[in-house]
Each structure stands twice: as structure tokens, then as C-alpha cells.
């Protein structure tokens, strides 16, 4: 018996050492075909480095900053985020608006009204739904910057918010900012309470606001005849023949939109009154030109020898346009 049991033992130890040689065998044909594949895919990654390097590298560049914009956003002092909101202003894509979100509901007034134009180039009721809330922030800076977000995001979504600051906020800068925003806008429904600024007695207090009044009025026009947003006033110094006119939708803006035809009536009141400023009247020459109707050519004309060489240069500008969309 203890023969036997004896000579089974050392039988056993050889199966398991095969056994287990088997295992490590296995195992390692397990790993170098894990090894092939790792290389593989290694050699693959690198093939289309090689193919597409530089926008891939700007594909990790762009990673790794924008989760340094992240992390300084959420936990960096108010200087560190307002130098990242103007980082991703400059960026000026959707991805990076996205980022700026978060500060529009900073404790700190200067970094809610930073952020206020970091987030303009999400899509225009994306931007909508994020800087409308700002417009009844305690903070009149905050309000005034969300305003002027506003009118760059050029979503006419957002007059009905705008005509409710300029009427109901107190601060003079807030009214001001909510006026320029509906001219960028370029939607006529603002044209009604506009022109109710230009219809109150000059005040020198109103000085800026009137200007920007006529300003808007002047955009509005533009950019529902043209399509352009940029103003420039005068549009050049070159001579006349020079001077190239842009394609106009409508040969007469007053008779597709009527409310046009009160702006052009104050506009050419405006122009007329000695007590208003040659910021004012150049502004206003602008727009009558911007509307283009006949019945602003005599009070244009007077301003052709005025003593403002920009007054004078506007107004015949003014006046071409006039002739140019008459005929």
C-alpha cells in the first residue's frame, strides 16, 4: 500500500507541471497576440498622425485649453475669469461661448458683465435664453453690457426685452445701451418707440441717447434694405464716382413700412433745430439717407455747406442715395 501510494505521487507532480506549463504557454500566446494588436492600433494611430498631423494636434491643443478655461472659470479669482472671458471672446465660436456660460451667474458684477459678450457667439436663441436674465440684474453695468450682448447677437427675439429695459430702467446708460442693441437688431417693430426720442425737446442730458436714436433709425433702415449691420458715417472720402451704393430690397422703404414715415418726419425736425449737436445732426443725415426718401432732399441740402465737414460729407452722401434709389 504505502509502495503504491508512494510511486502515484511523483505522477501527479509531472501532470501538474504540465498542467501548469500548458497555462503559462497559453497565457503567453494570449499576451503577444494582445502585444500585435496593441502594435497594430500603435501603427495605425500613427498612420493617420502622419496623414493629419496639424489638425489633430489642434483638435488636443484645443483639450487641453479648454479645460484650463473650465477649471479657471469654476475656481479662479476675478481677474483670472475675466482674462479667460476675453480669451474665449477672441476664440469667437460656439464651443467656447459654451464655456463663458457658467460666469453669467458670477457673485462678481464685473465678471457676469465680462461674460455678458463671451457668450455671443452661441446660436442666437441660445444666446437669447442665457443674457435675457442679466437684463434685470441688480448691477447697472451688468444690465447695460447684457444689452449690448444682445444687439450683437442680432436675434430680433430679444426687441420686445430691449424696448421693456429702455422704457422701465432708471439708469440713463441702460436705456442708452438697449437703443444701439435694437438698431444692430435691425427689426422695424422698434422703430415706433425710437422715434419718440427724437420727438422730446434736446436735452443735454440726452445728448448720447438722441444721437444713438437716430443712429438705430439710420440701421434699421440699412440692414432691412441691405442687409449690411456695419454703419459708417461718412461711408468714405472718395470722390462721389468712386462711391459704391449697395443693392436696395424695396424702391420705397416708407410704403412697405409706414412707421418709417414718422422717423423720416422727426428725423428731418431734428435736422432742421439749431439747438441740437453736430453729433446729433450727423447721425440723423445718416438715417435719412438710410430711409431715402424724397422728402428729405431740401433740409439735406442746407447741410451741405455746413460748418461740420462731417455734417456736410453725410449729407451728400445722404442725398445720393436719395437720387440713386429715386430713379
Keep these: 500500500m504505502g509502495t503504491a501510494a508512494a510511486s502515484k505521487r511523483p505522477a501527479r507532480r509531472v501532470r501538474k507541471s504540465i498542467t501548469n506549463y500548458e497555462l503559462r504557454i497559453t497565457s503567453l500566446k494570449h499576451l503577444f497576440q494582445c502585444s500585435v494588436f496593441l502594435c497594430a492600433l500603435f501603427v ?9 498631423f496639424n489638425v489633430t494636434q489642434a483638435q488636443i491643443d484645443w483639450i487641453a485649453e479648454k479645460d484650463f478655461l473650465e477649471r479657471t472659470i469654476k475656481t479662479g479669482s476675478a481677474e483670472q475669469k475675466r482674462d479667460a472671458l476675453f480669451r474665449i471672446r477672441n476664440l469667437e465660436n460656439i464651443q467656447a461661448s459654451r464655456i463663458a456660460v457658467p460666469a453669467l451667474t458670477d457673485k462678481s458684477e464685473i465678471v457676469r458683465a465680462t461674460a455678458a459678450f463671451s457668450v455671443i457667439f452661441l446660436p442666437p436663441d441660445e444666446a437669447l435664453t442665457a443674457l435675457l436674465p442679466l437684463l434685470k440684474d441688480k448691477k447697472e453695468l451688468v444690465r447695460r453690457e447684457a444689452a449690448y450682448a444682445l444687439g450683437k447677437t442680432g436675434n430680433p427675439n430679444a426687441v420686445n426685452s430691449l424696448l421693456q429695459t429702455f422704457q422701465k430702467d432708471k439708469i440713463l446708460d441702460v436705456k442708452n445701451a438697449a437703443v444701439v442693441a435694437l438698431g444692430e437688431i435691425g427689426d422695424a417693430s422698434a422703430i415706433a418707440e425710437i422715434v419718440k426720442i427724437l420727438q422730446r425737446k434736446p436735452n443735454t442730458k440726452e445728448d448720447f441717447l438722441r444721437r ?86 431740401p433740409v439735406l441740402q442746407s447741410n451741405l455747406d455746413a460748418e461740420d465737414y462731417y455734417l456736410a460729407k453725410i449729407s451728400a452722401e445722404a442725398l445720393r442715395k436719395i437720387s440713386v434709389f429715386s430713379n
Design 44 to 52: 495605425f494611430a500613427g498612420n493617420l498622425l502622419g496623414q493629419d
Design 212 to 297: 444713438s436714436a437716430a443712429r438705430s433709425i439710420g440701421q434699421i433702415a440699412q440692414i432691412i434694405q441691405t442687409g449690411n449691420r456695419v454703419v459708417q458715417t461718412p461711408q468714405d472720402f472718395l470722390p462721389e464716382k468712386y462711391g459704391l451704393l449697395p443693392r436696395r430690397k424695396y424702391p420705397n422703404l416708407i410704403e412697405i413700412f409706414p412707421v418709417f414715415q414718422t422717423a423720416n418726419d422727426a428725423l428731418i425736425n431734428t435736422l432742421r433745430n439749431q439747438a441740437e449737436t453736430d453729433d446729433v445732426k450727423r447721425e440723423t443725415a445718416f438715417a435719412l439717407g438710410a430711409i431715402g426718401a424724397p422728402s428729405a432732399i
